[in-house]
């Protein structure tokens, strides 16, 4: 067992900077979860990792050892690649048991082959070559690969990323069983937040080059560091609106687009200055029904998406939000006025200047 640490790694290419201070540790048998948009730094974290980069600046330890500067084969590491890196004109087999084969001491490598093949259930295409594979014999190949030979470090590179959606599905619940049989440190990058919070056992979020909150999946949907972080989770994502809070009584409160709605409780004064109000379209509660606590709104669109109807709504401000309600819940016909509510615990709050979350979050729960 040996546990990964990354300790202040930085790498620029000219202008561009994708790994700018990152620290993060994974422990044994641990899975985390590298989520951030395209170009945010996640492939050229891993490779600085597996020794296809090596840092401008900062260490990487594998076990308390530093593998800066070994070469990717004295790493412990193994990696699988969302494009497959397959040999073609290996099959199955032989490239399964390539990493083994090209060290000595490989021990029993037709046993361990049968197994790990057996385990994914791919053994009866060990014969085939990679052109006649599927895709998802071929991510499977790919995995098989990097487990087989029993590595402290396991990166994964959006291994789902060009299988179908019903294999990415299935993968999404097997893969968590399967790499928690190892003791290897996990790293699991994707741009798909559903796939991380699925998987991992925490989440790193990266954006341009920086981790922007590392926690578990509940805690980051719960409990965002920031806008941006709120923005990438959720879909419908995040509704917002500029407000100014107010203190009284100890509850924050805020006018929105006329309607005076409670934030939670107030932990001390109220934020000074402009603020974010952040609230998820699930907690939304829409009707007919007008009350003091209740923003107008008329609805522009309704969308059935099988397990939730979205309504497009347009404030009074002509601000738009949206809301995900069950498919039984009275929802009203386009050009509708309706009246929007929420909880108090369902308020989020950030600093208008920065995006940086306000106080602690009063949220019970998550998607």
Sequence with gaps: MARLEINSVSKAFGAARPADGLSLA????????????????????????????????????????????????????????????????????????????????????????????????????????????????????????????????????????????????????????????????????????????????????????????????????????????????????????EVSPVAEHGMLSAVVTGARMRLGAADGAAPAGACWLGVRPEDLAVSSASTDDAIPARILAITPMHEKAVLLLRLADGTEWLAALSPDAPQGTADDTVFVRFAPDAAMLFDRATGLRIGPSHRLKAA
């Excluded at 401008?56 to 084969?73: H, N, Q």
């Excluded at 690969?145 to 990166?155: E, H, Q, T, W």
């Design 26 to 241: 994974v422990e044994p048998g641990e899975i985390v979860a590298v989520f951030g948009p395209s170009g945010s730094g996640k492939t050229v974290l891993l490779r600085m990792i597996a020794g296809m980069f090596e840092p401008d600046d900062g260490d990487i330890l594998v076990g308390g050892r530093s593998v800066v500067g070994a070469p990717p084969e004295r790493r412990g590491i193994g990696m699988a690649f969302q494009n497959f890196a397959l040999f073609p004109h290996m099959t199955a087999r032989d490239n399964i048991a390539s990493g083994l084969r090209a060290r000595a001491g490989g021990g029993d490598v037709a046993g361990r082959v049968a197994a790990i093949s057996k385990l994914l259930k791919i053994e009866h295409v060990l014969s085939h070559t990679p052109r006649e594979l599927s895709n998802g014999q071929k991510q499977r190949t790919a995995l098989a690969r990097a487990l087989i030979g029993n590595p402290d470090v396991l990166l994964l590179d959006d291994p789902l990323r060009n299988v179908d959606a019903k294999l990415r599905y299935e993968m999404r619940l097997e893969l968590p069983n399967l790499l928690r049989r190892g003791t290897a440190a996990v790293l699991y990058v994707t741009q798909d937040y559903r796939e991380a919070m699925a998987i991992a056992d925490r989440i790193a979020v990266l954006i341009d080059g920086r981790l922007a909150q590392v926690a578990t999946p509940a805690d980051i949907y719960a409990q965002p560091a920031s806008v941006a972080v709120a923005r990438l989770f959720g879909d419908p994502t995040i509704n917002l609106a």
